[in-house]
């Protein structure tokens, strides 16, 4: 009956650097664009279909409708993603030279090893190292 996940979506209002980081530093590739405006009205939605892997990010850029993000503060509902990544060292090695810093870790546990980064929203994405 259910498949997979299809896509994960996040909102933002820094589009353009939200992109720059998914594709530039995280390897996501850009697969689609979209502007869809709401009838009798100067709202829109602009999307941007991002792909890794096979999964599907969809960033989601709100015009004329105020947004405001609260990543940093702990919540009910969605919390982060999660990448897997083949080696915790070099992941965050190489995520140094583009100016990304963990925003905590690595942890080493038995069977893994998990940090977190911010995107440029201040959204958490949890890389895990899997043994």
Same mark, same amino acid.
């Given at each position: 009956?259910?498949?997979?996940?299809?896509?994960?979506?996040?909102?933002?209002?820094?589009?353009?650097?939200t992109v720059a980081f998914y594709t530039a530093v995280l390897g996501f590739k850009e697969r689609e664009?979209?502007?869809? *405006?709401?009838?009798?009205? #100067?709202?829109?939605?602009? +999307?941007?279909? $991002?792909?890794?892997? &096979?999964?599907?990010?969809?960033?989601?850029?709100?015009?004329?409708?105020?947004?405001?993000?609260?990543?940093?503060?702990?919540?009910?509902?969605?919390?982060?993603? *999660?990448?897997?990544?083949? #080696?915790?060292?070099?992941? +965050?090695?190489? $995520?140094?030279?583009? &100016?990304?810093?963990?925003?905590?870790?690595?942890?080493?546990?038995?069977?893994?090893?998990?940090?977190?980064?911010?995107?440029?929203?201040?959204?958490?994405?949890?890389?895990?190292?899997?043994?």
């Open positions: 009956m259910f498949k997979r996940i299809d896509h994960i979506e996040i909102v933002t209002d820094r589009l353009d650097a664009r979209d502007r869809i *405006a709401r009838p009798g009205s #100067d709202q829109a939605l602009n +999307l941007v279909y $991002l792909d890794l892997g &096979g999964t599907t990010v969809e960033l989601i850029k709100f015009e004329g409708i105020p947004v405001a993000p609260e990543p940093e503060k702990e919540h009910l509902g969605y919390r982060l993603m *999660a990448l897997e990544v083949e #080696d915790m060292n070099a992941a +965050l090695a190489f $995520l140094k030279t583009k &100016g990304v810093d963990p925003a905590w870790g690595p942890m080493v546990r038995d069977t893994y090893a998990r940090a977190e980064i911010c995107d440029p929203n201040g959204y958490r994405i949890e890389l895990r190292h899997w043994f």
